[in-house]
T-cell receptor
Framework: GAGVSQSPSNKVTEKGKDVELRCDPISGHTALYWYRQSLGQGLEFLIYFQGNSAPDKSGLPSDRFSAERTGGSVSTLTIQRTQQEDSAVYLC????????????????FGQGTRLTVV | QKEVEQNSGPLSVPEGAIASLNCTYSDRGSQSFFWYRQYSGKSPELIMSIYSNGDKEDGRFTAQLNKASQYVSLLIRDSQPSDSATYLCAAYSDNDYKLSFGAGTTVTVRA
Protein backbone atom coordinates (compact mmCIF):
# COMPACT_ATOMS: atom_id res chain seq x y z
CA GLY A 1 0.00 0.00 0.00
CA ALA A 2 0.91 3.65 -0.18
CA GLY A 3 1.39 4.06 3.56
CA VAL A 4 1.40 2.21 6.85
CA SER A 5 -2.06 0.87 7.57
CA GLN A 6 -3.31 0.03 11.05
CA SER A 7 -6.53 -1.61 12.07
CA PRO A 8 -8.82 -1.12 13.78
CA SER A 9 -8.72 2.68 14.06
CA ASN A 10 -10.59 2.52 17.33
CA LYS A 11 -11.16 -0.32 19.73
CA VAL A 12 -13.24 -0.31 22.89
CA THR A 13 -12.89 -3.43 24.98
CA GLU A 14 -13.89 -4.62 28.40
CA LYS A 15 -11.29 -5.08 31.08
CA GLY A 16 -9.92 -8.62 31.01
CA LYS A 17 -10.56 -9.23 27.31
CA ASP A 18 -7.82 -9.90 24.77
CA VAL A 19 -7.24 -7.56 21.82
CA GLU A 20 -5.27 -7.81 18.60
CA LEU A 21 -3.94 -4.77 16.81
CA ARG A 22 -2.77 -5.06 13.24
CA CYS A 23 -0.11 -3.18 11.29
CA ASP A 24 0.48 -3.45 7.56
CA PRO A 25 3.78 -1.68 6.73
CA ILE A 26 4.79 0.11 3.56
CA SER A 27 5.55 -2.43 0.86
CA GLY A 28 9.23 -3.36 0.87
CA HIS A 29 9.93 -2.04 4.35
CA THR A 30 11.77 -4.64 6.38
CA ALA A 31 11.86 -2.79 9.70
CA LEU A 32 8.74 -2.29 11.78
CA TYR A 33 8.24 -0.54 15.13
CA TRP A 34 5.43 -0.47 17.68
CA TYR A 35 4.97 2.48 20.04
CA ARG A 36 2.39 3.44 22.63
CA GLN A 37 1.28 6.99 23.30
CA SER A 38 -0.85 7.75 26.30
CA LEU A 39 -2.95 10.92 26.35
CA GLY A 40 -0.71 13.97 26.41
CA GLN A 41 2.44 11.87 26.66
CA GLY A 42 5.39 11.05 24.45
CA LEU A 43 6.02 7.89 22.44
CA GLU A 44 6.87 4.81 24.45
CA PHE A 45 8.92 2.27 22.47
CA LEU A 46 7.48 -1.24 22.65
CA ILE A 47 9.25 -3.47 20.14
CA TYR A 48 10.88 -3.51 16.74
CA PHE A 49 11.13 -6.14 14.01
CA GLN A 50 13.82 -6.65 11.43
CA GLY A 51 12.13 -9.00 9.01
CA ASN A 52 10.26 -11.49 11.16
CA SER A 53 12.73 -11.27 14.02
CA ALA A 54 12.24 -9.23 17.19
CA PRO A 55 15.63 -9.30 18.92
CA ASP A 56 14.65 -7.06 21.83
CA LYS A 57 11.35 -7.53 23.65
CA SER A 58 12.38 -5.57 26.73
CA GLY A 59 10.19 -2.59 25.83
CA LEU A 60 6.98 -4.58 26.17
CA PRO A 61 5.30 -3.34 29.40
CA SER A 62 4.37 -6.76 30.74
CA ASP A 63 4.06 -10.39 29.74
CA ARG A 64 0.46 -9.67 28.74
CA PHE A 65 1.89 -7.99 25.63
CA SER A 66 3.22 -9.96 22.68
CA ALA A 67 3.91 -9.21 19.05
CA GLU A 68 4.63 -11.20 15.96
CA ARG A 69 5.35 -10.58 12.35
CA THR A 70 4.88 -13.11 9.62
CA GLY A 71 6.16 -13.14 6.06
CA GLY A 72 8.21 -10.02 6.77
CA SER A 73 5.07 -7.95 6.36
CA VAL A 74 2.00 -7.70 8.60
CA SER A 75 2.54 -7.47 12.34
CA THR A 76 0.10 -8.14 15.14
CA LEU A 77 0.35 -6.73 18.66
CA THR A 78 -1.68 -8.76 21.13
CA ILE A 79 -2.65 -7.60 24.59
CA GLN A 80 -4.07 -10.28 26.86
CA ARG A 81 -6.33 -9.63 29.84
CA THR A 82 -6.49 -5.91 29.10
CA GLN A 83 -6.32 -3.43 31.96
CA GLN A 84 -7.48 0.18 32.08
CA GLU A 85 -3.86 1.38 32.07
CA ASP A 86 -3.49 -0.19 28.62
CA SER A 87 -5.75 2.54 27.21
CA ALA A 88 -3.64 4.54 24.76
CA VAL A 89 -2.96 5.06 21.08
CA TYR A 90 -0.85 2.27 19.65
CA LEU A 91 1.30 3.44 16.76
CA CYS A 92 3.13 1.38 14.18
CA UNK A 93 5.94 2.68 11.98
CA UNK A 94 8.01 1.09 9.24
CA UNK A 95 11.31 1.86 7.54
CA UNK A 96 13.23 0.36 4.65
CA UNK A 97 15.87 -1.21 6.85
CA UNK A 98 17.99 -0.86 9.95
CA UNK A 99 21.12 0.46 8.26
CA UNK A 100 23.75 2.78 9.64
CA UNK A 101 23.07 6.48 9.41
CA UNK A 102 21.06 6.38 6.27
CA UNK A 103 17.81 7.34 4.62
CA UNK A 104 16.83 3.69 5.01
CA UNK A 105 16.13 4.37 8.66
CA UNK A 106 13.44 7.00 7.97
CA UNK A 107 10.33 5.69 9.69
CA UNK A 108 6.78 6.45 8.66
CA PHE A 109 3.81 6.06 10.96
CA GLY A 110 0.36 4.65 10.50
CA GLN A 111 -2.69 6.49 11.79
CA GLY A 112 -2.69 4.51 15.02
CA THR A 113 -5.21 2.41 16.92
CA ARG A 114 -6.95 4.13 19.80
CA LEU A 115 -7.56 1.49 22.47
CA THR A 116 -9.99 2.18 25.27
CA VAL A 117 -10.38 -0.35 28.06
CA VAL A 118 -13.60 0.08 30.06
CA GLN B 1 18.73 9.72 32.01
CA LYS B 2 16.34 9.81 29.07
CA GLU B 3 17.87 8.88 25.74
CA VAL B 4 16.44 11.88 23.90
CA GLU B 5 15.57 15.11 25.69
CA GLN B 6 13.80 18.16 24.35
CA ASN B 7 13.09 21.58 25.80
CA SER B 8 9.64 21.03 27.21
CA GLY B 9 7.94 24.19 26.06
CA PRO B 10 5.31 25.15 25.30
CA LEU B 11 6.80 27.59 22.84
CA SER B 12 4.69 30.49 21.65
CA VAL B 13 5.89 32.62 18.73
CA PRO B 14 4.22 35.34 16.67
CA GLU B 15 3.39 34.67 13.05
CA GLY B 16 6.38 35.32 10.84
CA ALA B 17 8.94 34.77 13.60
CA ILE B 18 11.53 31.99 13.94
CA ALA B 19 10.72 29.04 16.20
CA SER B 20 13.80 27.31 17.62
CA LEU B 21 13.58 23.78 18.98
CA ASN B 22 16.39 21.94 20.74
CA CYS B 23 17.16 18.31 21.42
CA THR B 24 20.00 16.38 23.05
CA TYR B 25 20.69 12.66 22.94
CA SER B 26 22.73 10.39 25.18
CA ASP B 27 23.72 7.47 22.92
CA ARG B 28 26.88 8.26 20.95
CA GLY B 29 25.99 5.32 18.72
CA SER B 30 23.12 7.37 17.30
CA GLN B 31 23.63 8.02 13.62
CA SER B 32 20.31 9.19 12.22
CA PHE B 33 18.20 12.03 13.57
CA PHE B 34 14.69 13.04 12.72
CA TRP B 35 12.10 15.67 13.43
CA TYR B 36 8.45 14.74 13.39
CA ARG B 37 5.44 17.00 13.56
CA GLN B 38 2.36 15.77 15.38
CA TYR B 39 -0.95 17.59 15.20
CA SER B 40 -3.39 17.01 18.02
CA GLY B 41 -5.15 13.68 17.57
CA LYS B 42 -2.96 12.68 14.64
CA SER B 43 0.07 10.43 14.23
CA PRO B 44 3.62 11.78 13.85
CA GLU B 45 4.66 12.98 10.41
CA LEU B 46 8.32 12.99 9.35
CA ILE B 47 9.43 16.49 8.34
CA MET B 48 13.25 16.42 8.50
CA SER B 49 16.08 13.89 8.54
CA ILE B 50 19.73 14.65 9.20
CA TYR B 51 22.70 12.28 9.28
CA SER B 52 25.88 14.38 9.23
CA ASN B 53 27.15 17.39 11.14
CA GLY B 54 26.03 20.78 9.94
CA ASP B 55 22.85 22.28 8.61
CA LYS B 56 20.20 20.87 6.35
CA GLU B 57 17.55 23.13 4.90
CA ASP B 58 14.18 22.17 3.45
CA GLY B 59 11.87 25.05 2.70
CA ARG B 60 11.19 26.95 5.91
CA PHE B 61 12.78 24.22 8.03
CA THR B 62 16.46 23.95 8.95
CA ALA B 63 17.84 21.06 10.98
CA GLN B 64 21.24 21.34 12.66
CA LEU B 65 23.34 18.48 13.99
CA ASN B 66 26.42 18.57 16.21
CA LYS B 67 27.51 15.03 17.06
CA ALA B 68 30.37 16.18 19.30
CA SER B 69 27.86 18.02 21.50
CA GLN B 70 25.15 15.38 20.94
CA TYR B 71 22.79 18.14 19.94
CA VAL B 72 20.11 18.48 17.29
CA SER B 73 17.96 21.50 16.57
CA LEU B 74 15.14 22.55 14.30
CA LEU B 75 14.47 26.09 13.13
CA ILE B 76 11.14 27.04 11.63
CA ARG B 77 11.41 30.31 9.73
CA ASP B 78 8.46 32.56 8.89
CA SER B 79 6.28 30.60 11.30
CA GLN B 80 2.67 30.12 10.25
CA PRO B 81 -0.41 29.25 12.33
CA SER B 82 -0.42 25.89 10.51
CA ASP B 83 2.95 25.14 12.16
CA SER B 84 1.20 24.95 15.54
CA ALA B 85 1.82 21.36 16.63
CA THR B 86 4.00 19.20 18.82
CA TYR B 87 7.47 18.57 17.40
CA LEU B 88 9.19 15.31 18.26
CA CYS B 89 12.92 14.76 18.04
CA ALA B 90 14.04 11.18 17.36
CA ALA B 91 17.40 9.44 17.27
CA TYR B 92 18.19 6.09 15.70
CA SER B 93 21.04 4.12 17.28
CA ASP B 94 23.16 1.48 15.62
CA ASN B 95 23.84 0.00 19.05
CA ASP B 96 20.34 -1.31 19.66
CA TYR B 97 18.48 -0.49 16.42
CA LYS B 98 16.06 1.52 18.48
CA LEU B 99 14.35 4.69 17.27
CA SER B 100 13.96 6.76 20.43
CA PHE B 101 11.79 9.83 20.78
CA GLY B 102 11.89 12.87 22.98
CA ALA B 103 8.78 13.95 24.86
CA GLY B 104 8.06 16.67 22.30
CA THR B 105 7.83 20.45 22.28
CA THR B 106 4.47 22.07 21.68
CA VAL B 107 4.65 25.10 19.43
CA THR B 108 1.88 27.67 19.13
CA VAL B 109 2.09 30.30 16.42
CA ARG B 110 0.04 33.40 17.26
CA ALA B 111 -1.64 35.09 14.33
Amino acid sequence: GAGVSQSPSNKVTEKGKDVELRCDPISGHTALYWYRQSLGQGLEFLIYFQGNSAPDKSGLPSDRFSAERTGGSVSTLTIQRTQQEDSAVYLCASSLALVRGDINTEAFFGQGTRLTVV
Amino acid sequence: QKEVEQNSGPLSVPEGAIASLNCTYSDRGSQSFFWYRQYSGKSPELIMSIYSNGDKEDGRFTAQLNKASQYVSLLIRDSQPSDSATYLCAAYSDNDYKLSFGAGTTVTVRA
